[in-house]
């Protein structure tokens, strides 16, 4: 009985040291910002505004529709799959792995409390994620211009 204790005790002790140590360096890997539209009109939004700016839109994915095609349902759920190839080879430049989450994408969804959300793979995670080094500068950027233009899809304009 006091062996058991004694490993339990152990193995709580290290799994909280280990998560301890660990979370002190994680980032949240998605930043995410509630909506005061619809999940439509958020995305409309955010597309009009993204397209005016000179990104490129490559795609949009209504998830829902696609469930709705096969019978099944899905709460409101979009993605739109945007970039500007000025900005996104910089970030290959540095770590050529970072492709693997470029373009960049928002995704805008409903839940079950019929609040819409927009949301982003936060850039400092990608550079965690991906140990970019020398570009600062152009991640600062995009986590400045996806701020920028998430809260100009998601708030009225004053």
């Not at 397209?51 to 099944?72: C, M, S, Y």
């Not at 470029?102 to 400092?124: C, F, G």
């Not at 996806?146 to 899809?153: F, G, I, R, T």
Request: hydrophobic share 40%; with cysteine.
């Amino acid at each position: 009985m006091i062996k058991n204790l004694s490993l339990a005790m152990t193995l709580f002790f290290t799994s909280t040291s280990v998560f301890t140590a660990t979370s002190v360096f994680a980032v949240d890997s998605l930043i995410t910002h509630q909506s005061q539209f619809s999940p439509k009109i958020t995305a409309d939004r955010f597309e009009s505004i993204i397209k005016d700016k000179g990104f490129t839109v490559f795609a949009r994915i209504d998830h829902q529709k696609n469930a709705e095609n096969v019978d099944l349902s899905l709460p409101a759920t979009e993605v739109i799959i945007f970039g500007n190839p000025k900005i996104g080879t910089q970030l290959m430049q540095c770590n050529q792995q970072v492709a693997i989450d470029l373009p960049q994408k928002v995704l805008i969804t409903e839940d079950a409390n019929n609040k819409v959300w927009l949301s982003y793979n936060n850039p400092q995670y990608l550079k965690q994620r991906h140990n970019i080094t020398g570009c600062d500068a152009v991640l600062d950027k995009v986590s400045n211009v996806l701020e920028s233009l998430s809260k100009a899809a998601t708030t009225q304009s004053k």
